[in-house]
């Protein structure tokens, strides 16, 4: 009888030994080359990861399993107790929603079958079902990380580890968590969806049970989370069958194993932690479409605004781009924005041109911020030269107040460029009622109190402020009509500009043709007498209502101051008047303005009144001395005149010719030696 026991025994000793493995160990990280039987949701991805389950199929509540597939070998032969052994694995819940997280959970299991029978999802984490839980006859060892409180099995919280024998009623749990190297304990949350580590040891010896659980970052924790004293051996049978086993309910999670090693009668070996496979990222298709498409999209579509918005302001920045030196710092507020200037111009728009003259275009504008109207002028100059002193001077000339002067509020400069802001004058340049619009004529009464406003102008100019200023350009052109019909003479100082500018020996003569004095023209030299000269020629312009010279008039009359001498001289200086005035003139006044015209245009400087005399004169409070006895002749205005127009002339580049030719004004440029 004995022997034959014996021999039984040894024949299931052989049987046994030649299908499970003794002292059995592995370690997989990743599970490309494991042979592992998988039932259920489980699968392994290509990368090598063991998904247990996954978020599409949790609704109807998924269950997976993964056993290595060889029968090991837990008891010994002789007394029927259980070896010891360790395991150690990595592990990842990844909610599809974050705030959703707990999806039941991952069991490590010992069971004598490789796969659960039978097993029901959710709760019962794919380990039993209602009807065996708890039962003995199971021989069931498992070690659950539960992320869902079920209060039939008596649960702790919804993030624990326990320890399951037979039941889901764990003989022991914990919270999730660890013990830190430096002795303090920190709590994990297994559905962060990060990796995390847990060792589960069994000492055959001692009967004891040690889970210990930590984040992939830490060193397997001294302490350990969960210790049980347990006896395994009425458990486990002889031959049993490891892996794991995993359920969800209705939240969506996505259970991974990453890496696994078990060892019988010894310490599972460490996993190399840069091998694991990479988890899927995280969410479900949509998300993934999102990040594959969407987001590169999203990041091109950004970086174009970005570009397209760094190009956008440095044109901005170029376009605005004005110059500011720290010695105008202190002109303050007579400094404008450019920006403001652009705006208020709708950007120097065509339709906003009010003029162009010799120094350059007028444009109307408002001023975005208190809606005031003003006149821009662009004044372009090519050098740096000087620009200093003229800045201090037009902000000096800014503070000129006279109701005969247009208003100079302040400037702006860029490369290359002035702007010189103007009180705008509502009515426009005086020219446009004199020749160019002929369908509105001023009468003789606003004629003349034009006259005496731009002479009172000129007056203060030459000796009523602080400093002589000196126009060098009046004409009809260059005086505006204010509201209320009122003369304003515009665009003073403004050809110091080209003085200061220019090299020292070279002066440019600056003005326009039919108002520049002679000796203006011979020295370069501009004075007050050249502005009375100027204004000589302006007070007939008024009075004859047309321009100092008209190429398309009769070969005599080329010249208006000639044409009013040749009347004056045949004794019907009245045959010059402007023909639109009609007989609705005061005779003496016109009389006294053409006379005064003529005597302003000596072509000797000394001859010529000062513009205090001018006033006098106008106001009638000084009679006005007879013409011929000052010495007036044909010679001394006219022909003087023709001598500098053809010196004038042959010296003119031919673009400026053709300025002549259409009678508009330009800048008259001759390169004479003296300087200013
Ligand atoms: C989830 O599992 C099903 C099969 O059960 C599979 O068809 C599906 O592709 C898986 N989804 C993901 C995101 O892995
Ligand atoms: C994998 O395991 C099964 C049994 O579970 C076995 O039939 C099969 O031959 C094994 N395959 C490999 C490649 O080891
Ligand atoms: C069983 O036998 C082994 C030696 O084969 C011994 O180390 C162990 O302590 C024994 N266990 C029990 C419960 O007797
Ligand atoms: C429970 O599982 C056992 C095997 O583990 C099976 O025989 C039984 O039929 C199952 N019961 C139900 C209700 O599924
Ligand atoms: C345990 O399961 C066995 C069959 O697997 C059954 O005969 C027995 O009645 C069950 N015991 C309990 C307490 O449910
Ligand atoms: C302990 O170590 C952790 C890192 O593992 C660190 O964050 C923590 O501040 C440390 N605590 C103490 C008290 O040193």
Not at 465 to 470: G, K, L, S
Not at 635 to 643: E, N, R, S
């Amino acid at each position: 009888m004995i022997k034959i026991i014996t021999v039984l025994v040894v024949a299931t000793h052989i049987l046994v030994g030649s299908t499970a493995l003794n002292d059995v160990g592995f370690n997989y990280a990743g599970f490309q080359s494991a042979n592992l039987t998988l039932d259920g949701a489980a699968r392994i991805r290509t990368n090598g990861l063991l998904q247990l389950t996954n978020t599409t199929d949790s609704k109807s509540g998924a269950m997976g399993h993964a056993f290595f597939p060889s029968p090991i070998n837990f008891k010994q032969t002789s007394n029927g107790s259980v070896f010891s052994f360790s395991t150690y694995f990595v592990f990842a819940m990844v909610p599809q929603f974050p705030t959703l997280a707990g999806g039941h959970g991952i069991v490590f299991v010992i069971a004598p079958t490789r796969g659960l029978p039978g097993a029901q999802s959710k709760r019962f984490l794919g380990l039993f079902n209602e009807s065996n839980n708890g039962n003995a006859t199971n021989h069931v060892f498992g070690v659950e990380l539960d992320t869902d409180e079920t209060n039939d099995f008596a649960d702790i919280n919804d993030n624990h580890v326990g320890i399951d024998i037979n039941s889901l009623r764990s003989k022991a749990a914990k919270p999730a968590g660890y013990q830190a190297s430096n002795g303090s304990s920190y709590d994990l949350t297994l559905t962060s969806g990060q990796p995390m580590q847990i060792w589960v040891e069994y000492n055959g010896l001692d009967k004891q049970i040690d889970v210990t659980l930590a984040p992939l970052s830490e060193a397997k924790p001294k302490s350990s989370l969960l210790t049980l004293k347990y006896d395994l051996s009425p458990i486990l049978k002889k031959i049993m069958y490891v892996g794991f086993s995993s359920s969800t309910g209705s939240r969506p999670t996505s259970h991974y194993i990453l890496g696994w090693s078990f060892q019988m009668n010894g310490v599972a070996k460490g996993l190399d932690l840069s091998r694991l496979p990479r988890l899927p990222r995280v969410g479900s298709k949509e998300v993934s479409k999102f990040l594959k498409i969407g987001l590169p999209l999203i990041c091109i579509i950004s970086l174009s605004i970005l570009i397209l918005g760094a190009i956008y302001y440095v044109r901005r920045r170029m376009k605005f781009a004005e110059v500011v030196e720290d010695w105008e710092l202190g002109y303050g507020p007579r400094r404008f924005r450019y920006k403001d200037l652009y705006i208020a111009t709708k950007g120097f728009k065509e339709k906003e041109l009010l003029g162009a003259g010799g120094f350059g275009k007028v444009y109307r504008g408002v001023m975005p911020k208190n809606k005031i109207q003003v006149a821009v002028k662009k004044v372009s100059h090519e050098s740096r030269q000087g620009i200093r002193e003229f800045i201090a001077e037009i902000v000096s000339i800014g503070r000129l107040r006279h109701r005969n002067l247009v208003p100079l509020l302040g400037y702006c400069r860029r490369k290359g460029e002035l702007l010189l802001v103007y009180e705008f004058m509502p009515n426009g340049s005086l020219d446009r009622f004199l020749y160019n619009q002929p369908k509105f004529t001023l009468n003789w009464n606003e004629r003349f109190r034009v006259i005496k406003g731009v002479a009172s102008g000129l007056f203060y100019l030459h000796e009523e402020w602080e400093q002589v200023v000196i126009h060098r350009d009046v004409k009809a052109s260059n005086v505006l009509l204010d509201g209320e019909m009122n003369g304003r003479l515009g665009d003073f100082g403004l050809a110091r500009l080209y003085d200061h500018g220019t090299v020292p020996q070279t002066t440019h003569v600056v003005g326009t043709l039919g108002y520049l004095a002679p000796e203006h023209n011979r020295t370069g030299k501009a004075t007050t007498s050249t502005d009375v000269y100027a204004f000589g020629a302006f007070m007939l312009e008024v009075a004859c209502g047309r321009r100092p010279i008209e190429p398309a008039a009769p070969t005599e009359d080329v010249i208006l101051v000639d044409r009013v001498y040749s009347c004056w001289n045949r004794g019907e200086i009245l045959e010059a008047v402007d023909p639109k005035l009609g007989e609705n003139y005061v005779k003496e006044e016109v009389e006294m303005v053409l006379k005064l015209g003529l005597l302003c245009s000596h072509s000797e400087p000394l001859a010529r009144p000062s513009m205090r005399q001018v006033v006098l004169y106008l106001e009638c409070s000084v009679e006005l001395p007879d013409l011929p006895s000052l010495g007036i002749t044909a010679t001394g205005l006219a022909f003087t005149q023709h001598d500098g127009f053809d010196d004038f002339a042959s010296s003119f580049p031919s673009s400026s010719k053709k300025a002549w030719s259409n009678s508009s004004s330009i800048i008259a440029e001759s390169v004479l030696s003296g300087g200013r």
